[in-house]
T-cell receptor
Framework: DTEVTQTPKHLVMGMTNKKSLKCEQH?????MYWYKQKAKKPPELMFVYSYEKLSINESVPSRFSPECPNSSLLNLHLHALQPEDSALYLCASSQENYGYTFGSGTRLTVV | KQEVTQIPAALSVPEGENLVLNCSFTDSAIYNLQWFRQDPGKGLTSLLLIQSSQREQTSGRLNASLDKSSGRSTLYIAASQPGDSATYLCAVTGGAQKLVFGQGTRLTINP
């Protein structure tokens, strides 16, 4: 298995909702990432997990809460989001000398 | 701070042409350089990974080169096809598990 799987592919949520994005990989990669991408811009790093521990938080607002239940799974919990949080959310994993593998993303719309 | 620049920002060529996309980076202390392709609204697909000790990588009609000393990489696409139309992103990995992206080149291949 050489893929990163993200669910759901599309999500519409209200500003008072709580939802979660899920990411799964079975390549044995020990680093996993969340990125946010706005239209016509490159992805922006949000969080890095290394060996299931949060190693980087790029000053992301607390309404985004990451979780790494095990070495294959990564979640992003969403609460009280704003319309400007609407974006494509990408999950990725990596292993030294093997580069990064990205998922197909979740298109999030906050209404 | 590492900065990655891609030139041109957009490129439109007729089908069948060979073309070159350029990427430059400011800090030569990189581990890897990776070229990605992104179709509108989709995730990133890895095209080629060049490790810091390598000079080039090839996959099918694609060839990527790396010159660390000058801080440059090129992606050569031979015999372009309409299906090659996409945004191409160059990214470098330095320390701290951070992938630094360029702004991308939007490529259009006209039939």
């Amino acid at each position: 298995d050489t893929e990163v799987t993200q669910t759901p592919k599309h999500l519409v949520m209200g500003m008072t909702n709580k939802k979660s994005l899920k990411c799964e990989q079975h390549m044995g990669h020990r680093a996993m990432y969340w990125y946010k991408q706005k239209a016509k811009k490159p992805p922006e790093l949000m969080f890095v997990y290394s060996y299931e521990k949060l190693s980087i938080n790029e000053s992301v607002p607390s309404r985004f809460s990451p979780e790494c239940p095990n070495s294959s799974l990564l979640n992003l919990h969403l609460h009280a989001l704003q319309p400007e949080d609407s974006a494509l959310y990408l999950c990725a994993s990596s292993q030294e000398n093997y580069g990064y593998t990205f998922g197909s993303g979740t298109r999030l719309t906050v209404v | 701070k590492q900065e990655v620049t891609q030139i041109p920002a957009a490129l439109s060529v007729p089908e069948g042409e060979n073309l070159v996309l350029n990427c430059s980076f400011t800090d030569s202390a990189i581990y890897n350089l990776q070229w990605f392709r992104q179709d509108p609204g989709k995730g990133l697909t890895s095209l080629l990974l060049i490790q810091s000790s390598q000079r080039e990588q090839t996959s099918g009609r694609l060839n990527a080169s790396l010159d660390k000393s000058s801080g440059r990489s090129t992606l050569y696409i031979a015999a372009s096809q309409p299906g090659d139309s996409a945004t191409y992103l160059c990214a470098v990995t330095g320390g701290a598990q951070k992938l630094v992206f360029g702004q991308g080149t939007r490529l259009t291949i006209n039939p």
